[in-house]
């Protein structure tokens, strides 16, 4: 027989702050070094994009 939880784990509870998305929204203004890093990885992924489209295409 599967044991019952009868409350949440202490690994698994979010945090208090936690607000799930859509909620939250948007990053924080304190994670402005971590939205600079996925800005970058996201115009490197494009060039990346860009060059293997032009590639096929020629």
Known sequence: MAATLTSPSPTTTPPASYVPWPASGYLR??????????????????????????????
């Open 29 to 58: 203004p304190e994670d402005t070094e971590l939205a600079e890093r996925v800005d970058a990885l996201t115009q490197h992924t494009g060039q990346h994009r860009q060059s293997t489209h032009d590639q096929r295409s020629a």
